[in-house]
């Protein structure tokens, strides 16, 4: 059942929120905050937001400071728009913690440099000489710890073959196709 024919369900029976809420396993403040958030923005306070609502670092300020005074914290998140009252606290202690920003958590991958086979079977035999010192092969190659320990990996499983290590993606021309290009 989703949250709006639970609401609905809710609003047709005699049953109270506690006892609704237990026969369709639902707790009920979770089913006190759909209320809330359908009374105060209809269908869409009630619709599971693919996207992250974005709140300026003022906007973000002045909330907490006003819930930090003493103000209802129901009628804050009315007033700025704020989705539950656990992220105006959440707000709260990254505010006392000097922690409180506009970003986003969400780390960017780094993409890896490329790096060629002649330039993999180098690190590889720098790790093997170096009594498997993956770490020290990161710093002295700048490439990623997972890639080295792969690379090795690949190099052991493959009895010790350095083929283990090439690049096999993409289509390869037969020799015939080169011979009529040139």
């Not at 369900?9 to 109270?16: A, D, I, L, P, R």
């Not at 300020?61 to 003493?70: M, N, P, R, S, T």
């Not at 997972?146 to 493959?158: D, F, I, L």
Request: with cysteine; aromatic share 12%; glycine share 4%.
């Amino acid at each position: 059942m989703n949250r709006l024919e639970l609401l609905y369900g809710y609003q047709k029976t005699e049953s109270g929120l506690k006892v609704y809420a237990d026969m369709h396993h639902v707790n009920q403040n979770t089913m006190t905050r759909w209320i809330r958030q359908f009374l105060l923005h209809g269908l869409a306070g009630v619709r599971h937001r693919s996207l992250n609502h974005r709140y300026s670092l003022n906007t973000k300020i002045e909330a907490v400071k006003e819930y930090q005074a003493g103000f209802p914290g129901e009628k804050i998140i009315e007033k700025y728009d704020i989705r539950s009252l656990s992220q105006l606290k959440q707000w709260s202690i990254q505010y006392n913690n000097d922690e409180l920003k506009t970003k986003s958590r969400k780390r960017v991958r780094k993409m890896g440099r490329k790096v060629s086979f002649e330039e993999k079977c180098k690190i590889v035999q720098w790790v093997l000489d170096h009594d498997n010192d993956y770490q020290g092969a990161t710093i002295q190659f700048n490439v990623s710890y997972q890639r080295v320990y792969s690379w090795v990996r690949k190099y052991h499983e493959a009895a010790d073959s350095w083929e283990a290590l090439k690049d096999n993606r993409g289509v390869k021309r037969p020799d015939d196709i080169k011979r009529f290009k040139n």
